[in-house]
């Protein structure tokens, strides 16, 4: 495992989380449905939580499967145990992945959270709405409307 994440990092991480926010993460991730724009950081933290949950049970599910391919099979590894031991090991990395983001979410002194590029992207968040007010072009009465390029010079059903 990479990094010194167990197979416990879902519960560590999760009690983290709670310490960081002061609630239950079943709470928190009510509040941030409530109000997904009241604490940003909350809502990103409850998504890849979420993300690092539901990594957790395809490995848990790959494992599994791995297990019982093991058990049933002869001693030789064959191709379909083949497939399943790399897919275990995807999913070991793509929890692995999604717990670094996580952690590194909870330290508010992780690299690159205070240098000035950091500082440049808070102030560059996505905005939620065009910058300008854009309305339809204003079309003369009796003008048909354009047919799209993809519809172009193809006859009317």
Request: aromatic share 2%; no cysteine.
């Amino acid at each position: 495992m990479s990094d010194g994440i167990s197979k416990e990092v879902v519960g560590v991480l999760t009690e983290r989380i709670e310490a960081r926010f002061a609630m239950d993460v079943d709470e928190l991730k009510a509040a941030v449905a409530a109000a997904p724009t009241a604490n940003p950081e909350a809502t990103v933290v409850v998504r890849w939580h979420g993300l690092l949950v539901e990594a957790q049970l395809v490995l848990d599910r790959a494992e599994d499967d791995l297990l019982a391919a093991l058990e049933t099979g002869p001693d030789l590894v064959f191709d379909p145990t083949v497939g399943l031991a790399h897919r275990v090991s995807a999913a070991v990395t793509t929890r692995d992945g999604r717990a670094l983001v996580v952690r590194w979410l909870l330290d508010p002194d992780a690299r690159g959270k205070k240098d000035l590029a950091a500082e440049r992207l808070a102030h560059h968040r996505p905005r939620t709405g065009p910058a300008v007010q854009t309305s339809p072009p204003h079309r003369p009465a009796g003008t048909p409307a354009q047919a799209s390029a993809g519809q172009a010079g193809r006859p009317v059903r």
